[in-house]
C-alpha cells in the first residue's frame, strides 16, 4: 500500500485538478484518500484489500457491472460512498479467518455486496422516508430480502451467495427476518457480513447522529454477541480489530474531491 498523508493534511486537502492516481476518475459521487503521490478513490483502495483477480475476463465484466450496479442503488438510498462494495470487502476480512475455499469466500463476496439489491423495488417514498415507518411501510420495506433472493437466486451458481443476501436481516438469536432463523441455521456468511453491517452503520454519519467511533461500536457488538451477533463472528471482529479500524479510519478521512462530475 501506498503511504498515506496524515489524517488532519486529508481532511482539509484542496484537490483542484486532482483524480485517482489507480483509475482516473474524478467524481462527486466518490471518496478519495490523500497520499503521498496524489489521490485514490475508494473503490481502488478496496480493490487493494482483495485477492489478486484469478477470474476469466468475462466474470471480471460481470464483476465489474454489479459492483456498478450496487453504486448506483448506493446513491438512491443517499449511503456514504461504496457502502455495499466496502462492507463486501470488509467481510472478507472475517471470511478469510474461517473459509478457506476461494470459491466460498468469492460466494460471500457477492453475496455481501448484493445484500440490499432487493430495495430496488422498495418506492422512494419508504426508502428515503426520514420519519419513522407505518407498519404497512414497514412490511414494504422488510420485502426487500425476498425480493433479493429472488433476483440472485436467478443467477448462474450464487446459490450460496442468494442464501446470504436471504439471510442478511436474520438474528443469532432467532428475532430477526424473514424467516426468524436462529445460530447455524443462518449462512456463515450472512453471520459475518452481520457484523461489519453494523460496524459501517455505526461508524457512519446519518441525517439523526454524527458517526460513532470505533471503539464505541465494538464496545456495541460485544455487548451483543450470543443475541443479534454470532459469538464465532464477534470472536473474528475481535481478531480482525487493527485491521478494520485501520479500515474504518480511512473511510471516515476519505473526502469529497471540490468539483467532480456527478
Known sequence: MRSMVGLADNRTAVATGAACACCGTRSASRRYIAEADGYCCEACLLDRRLPAPTAAATEQLYAR??????????????ETGLHSR?????TQVLARRLVAEPAALRQIYW??????????????????????????????????????????????EMTAAAELVRCHEERFDG???????????????????????????????RSYRKALPFDAAQREIVRLAGTQ?????????????AT???????KCSAVALPGGAP
Open 86 to 90: 466496502r462492507v463486501a470487502c470488509h
Open 229 to 241: 451477533f454470532d459469538p464465532l463472528a464477534v470472536d473474528a471482529f475481535l481478531a480482525e480489530e
Open 175 to 205: 428475532g430477526g427476518y424473514p424467516r426468524g432463523l436462529k445460530g447455524d441455521e443462518i449462512a456463515l456468511g450472512a453471520r459475518l457480513f452481520a457484523v461489519i453491517d453494523t460496524l459501517d452503520a455505526m461508524t457512519s454519519d
Open 244 to 250: 478494520l479500524r485501520e479500515m474504518v479510519t480511512l
Open 111 to 156: 453475496g455481501a455486496l448484493l445484500h440490499d439489491i432487493g430495495k430496488i423495488g422498495v418506492p422512494d417514498a419508504i426508502l428515503l422516508k426520514e420519519d419513522r415507518l407505518s407498519d404497512a411501510e414497514w412490511t414494504v420495506m422488510r420485502s426487500h430480502v425476498d425480493c433479493g433472493w429472488q433476483i440472485v437466486a436467478r443467477l448462474p
Open 65 to 78: 457491472f454489479v459492483e456498478a450496479l450496487t453504486e448506483t442503488l448506493d446513491l438512491r438510498e443517499h
